[in-house]
């Protein structure tokens, strides 16, 4: 707790630039894994076709993963590259990235950068000139604001974006202070093609986008934060659809500690790092209502155990109340730097019902057998 309260300090600190001229425009590909996303794919090339680039320095590769609906055809008739795949046996978002960049980093294409933008996403105008800056500035590897369009009155949706807002931007935000590295979050992050070509994209778990940012760390590439710019997902407010999603997230989190753990303490050990000792903090600090949960949970038996004079369970319940405090410090200060709606303060009373949702979630799908498998959340 008390490192995320630091996380969210630093955030207030972290100047973001203003001025994004460069002298060369760099040529991008930006890439879509769709599947079966007919519904939701049409506002998503629009949002990038009025991107603030040169036209011709940009393409839009829709890359129709398996897909039994118009996703190819409506992708086609908007004017972009369209790429069809079928493959029932390797499925989901880690094999369609990896068969488009075999594609697209090949001796035919001549692209500096690879950018990807999920299908059901709408992108800030200044998206590729914010990059571009990045690039030409020495990034190598960059993720831009991934966070959530708001939908005031959806609980679920809304609770989602409060985690976005706290996991997506504040704490990377925090973290370029020290440099640290962002991590990939999946959406809108961006390589150029020699990341790519060095180190092959072959993450095909659950959280591939999580594992790779890793791998890059660990090959010395660092991700750079880019406040500047933000790409806008649209997030199910049905709470069934939304129990898909968080459990394909939370289920793939724990592969990725299995096996990353020991790597990132024994780098950390070695080098005497910051910089692992972050990200290895990152992977093993479980999702905040988890956390916050479990440390109010302490704090109310210390209560209990203090009300029946127990030898020092005062002393331990002020420790625990000060541990809570830094919880509610770390969201405060977090929603303060990341300048937050008043909707999103007004989220913040369903908290008790998201972690009650999630405790239901668990008992549910967790005593299910594991599945390696990539399930596609339904759009609504």
Not at 284 to 303: E, W
């Amino acid at each position: 707790m008390l490192y995320l309260a630091g996380l969210s300090v630093m955030s207030l600190f972290t100047k973001k630039m203003k001025n994004f001229e460069t002298t060369r425009f760099k040529r991008f590909a930006i890439v879509i894994p769709a599947h079966n996303e007919e519904n939701s794919i049409t506002p998503t090339i629009e949002s990038l076709l009025k991107i603030d680039y040169p036209r011709d320095l940009f393409d839009i590769i829709v890359v129709a993963d398996n897909c039994t609906d118009r996703t190819y055809e409506i992708a086609s008739k908007l004017g972009v590259t369209a790429l069809k795949r079928d493959d029932k046996t390797k499925r989901g978002k880690g094999y369609a990235l990896r068969w488009c960049f075999d594609i697209i980093l090949g001796p035919s294409y001549n692209y500096e950068a690879i950018a990807i933008i999920d299908a059901d996403t709408v992108v800030s105008s200044n998206y590729l000139r914010v990059i571009n800056y990045y690039l030409e500035n020495g990034s190598q590897t960059v993720q831009v604001s991934d966070m959530v369009s708001p939908q005031p009155g959806a609980w679920s949706s809304e609770m989602t974006r409060l985690g976005f807002t706290l996991y997506n931007y504040v704490r990377p935000l925090g973290r370029k202070l020290f440099k640290g590295t962002a991590g990939i979050r999946g959406n809108g992050m961006c390589f150029r093609t020699q990341v790519l070509k060095k180190i092959p994209w072959n993450t095909y778990s659950l959280n591939e986008d999580l594992e790779y940012g890793i791998i890059l760390f660990l090959n010395r590439v660092n991700v750079d934060f880019v406040p500047e710019t933000t790409v806008f997902a649209t997030m199910p407010i049905q709470t069934k659809i939304a129990e898909t999603q968080r459990t394909r997230w939370e289920k793939g989190r724990f592969p990725v500690i299995k096996r990353y753990t020991i790597p990132l303490l024994a780098g950390t050990l070695k080098n005497m790092s910051f910089r692992y000792c972050d990200l290895f903090l990152e992977l093993l600090i479980p999702p905040f209502v988890n956390l916050f949960s479990g440390v109010l949970l302490i704090c109310f038996i210390h209560l209990i155990l203090w009300i029946f004079n127990l030898q020092h369970a005062f002393t331990f319940f002020i420790i625990w109340v000060i541990v809570v405090l830094l919880g509610i410090s770390h969201v405060f200060i977090g929603l303060i730097s990341a300048r937050a709606d008043k909707n999103l303060y007004t989220a913040l009373i369903q908290i008790p019902r998201y972690a009650v949702w999630k405790l239901f979630l668990y008992s549910k799908r967790f005593l299910k057998k594991s599945t390696s498998e990539w399930i596609r959340t339904e759009r609504e």
